[in-house]
Every structure is written in C-alpha cells, then in structure tokens.
C-alpha cells in the first residue's frame, strides 16, 4: 500500500460504510489495511480488510481474495468472510472485505512474552501441530497461505492447547505445488522462531532438528514434501533424546 493511499488514514470513529464504526487500526501491507470495526446495528467487533485502489484494480484482487476464503470457510485455522462493503474514503470508491474478529495477540509478541523470550520444547510443538494442521486442510482444499510467518499468526491459548488464525492471504494465482512447499518452509521457520532460533537451536532435541533441518530447503523439503508428511510426523514420532 502507498503511503498516500487514504485508507491508511482512517480515525477511531469515523463511519465505514452504512454498517461499520472504525475502531483502530490492526495492520497494513502491500495490499491494503486491516481495522477492528464495530456493527453500529449490534455491537458486534469485526475486521475490515479494505484494498488499496493501485493494489485492487478493477476489484479483481478482492473478488479472488474472497473467494478464495470462501473456498476455506471450513478450515479451522482461517478466519471466516463474512461479506463485502464498498466504501467512500476522499471519494474513491474501496473495497473492504469483513471478516470475523480474530482474538489473542500475533504469535511474534507471544513469544516474546515468555520467559527468554523462547518458548519450551513442548508448548512451541504443541502451537506448530496446530499450525501444521491448519496449513494441511488448507492445502488439502487446493489452496496455500503464502506468507506464513509470526505476524500472520494470531495465538489464543486455550486450556493445555492453542487456537491459532492465520491473517493476510496472499492471491499470486494457480496454485502450484511449489507455492504449498513454501508455505512448509515458512511454517517451520516459524516454529524455529518459538524455540529461539539460532542461539538455542544446538541444545534441542534430535526430533526437533530433525523437522528444521538447519533451515536447509532441500533437507526439509526432502523429508516433507507435502503439509501431510509433516502432519504425520509431529503425530507419530517417537522420543529417543528425551526422557
């Protein structure tokens, strides 16, 4: 998104539409911005991912945005469209897609809430099953994420597990194998992250290394191909370094 597009500009308050009270700003890119709103009918919390005019031409990037989230209304892990508003901000025309209000905080300020600013062994598999889990079905449905990572991961613990959404789809057209592995590799970056990365990565469990493979591409893809494999393997592993 440019830094002159206006839907950057929204204030707490301003009306979003005929339904929608802005009620602050949740994070921008490339493509447009995303807000907490609120229904003024109801009460209710939303999100607005509105597009940016040079990004949505023609309405053609929100029209494949949203159906691709209508294509994934059943995968837990993706928060679910709702509908579409055009909006009129400084008298352009916009498009806002409306979503379900995810809860919890991103992933990257979770684990930087822990102690070392790490997380252990098992908390971080337990959060990556879940996530691996998700990207499967997502897979699964013929479709990819693209931009995996610890911002687009919104984290809400729940008894002795995790709820986890993932925000900001990405639309770059057929999916494509390569696309699906990529999101392998991002999700186990991902999970690299929770455990401390680098510094701790020498200290961790055989089973463990064995999933990041030293961020190596080849090894990992190697080992998981597919979103399946490695759903498999965080489900079957045996524990041989561990007690």
Known sequence: MTADDPAIQLQA?????????????????????VYSVVDISTGIRRAAKIFGTHADRRGRLSTRHAQKLNR???????????????????????????????EGVPLEKFIAQQPGKRMSTFMALSLFQVLVEGLEEVHLSGEYHADVHSQNIMVQPRGVGFEIKLIDFYEWGKTTKSKQQQ????????????????????????????????????????????????????????????T
């Open 13 to 33: 308050g301003r009306k979003l539409g005929s339904r929608y009270r802005v009620e602050s700003l949740i994070g921008q890119g490339s493509e447009g911005a």
């Open 72 to 102: 994934l209304r059943y995968c837990h892990i993706v928060l679910q469209y709702l509908h579409s508003e055009t909006v009129r901000i400084k008298g352009r025309s916009l498009t806002a897609l409306v979503s379900e209000l995810c």
């Open 183 to 242: 999101d392998i590799l991002d999700a186990v970056r991902v999970f690299y992250e929770m455990l401390g990365g680098r510094r701790f990565y020498a200290r961790l469990p055989d089973e463990v290394k064995y999933i990041m493979a030293g961020l190596q591409t080849k090894h990992i893809l190697k080992r998981f191909p597919a979103m399946s494999d490695l759903s498999l393997y965080l489900s079957t592993f045996e524990w041989t370094s561990m």
